[in-house]
């Protein structure tokens, strides 16, 4: 019974789809890059969404720095889990770009888990803003581009 079973086994997991349900495929990020916008990477099972922040010169203890060096800009990771999609995410914001893009995030079913800074001595002050949420992927795709869009209008 046992030779039976393995020579079964073997056919049978071929049948199954590689991705099948467990992460993220080639066109997940696709449809995430055409709502989210910027670059969408896939990376294992994960979408990484980054928009950077162009817009902002930021210096730190007087000197100016690159958006890259302090991570100046929208990042959003998708995982598609079974039916679900989690997404996690930081945003680099000006102090009063943070309600307007909690306000858009909270109304979409994304929950805010920090806001805090990472640097001392820039200006302008800048606050990152971290988040977390499960539901329909391009749902929550939209939810992440409506908060973009809430610092845009600003």
Sequence with gaps: MKIL???LLLPMLLLVPAGTAY????????????IVGGEVNQKENVCKAEVPRKNLQVSLMGVPVSPELIELGFEANFEKKDSQTVVT?????????????????????????????????????????????????????????????????G
């Design 89 to 153: 995410g930081e945003f680099a914001l000006l102090g009063e770009e943070v309600n307007p893009v909690v306000d858009a995030l909270r109304k979409g079913g994304i929950e805010i888990t920090a806001i805090h800074n990472h640097l001392i001595g820039e200006q302008p002050r800048i606050l990152y803003l971290h988040f977390q949420g499960i539901g329909d992927q391009m749902a929550l795709a939209k939810t992440v581009r409506q908060a973009i869009d809430a610092v845009r209008k």
């Design 5 to 7: 079973g393995r020579k």
């Design 23 to 34: 992460g993220a495929d080639g066109s997940d990020c696709s449809k995430i890059q055409k």
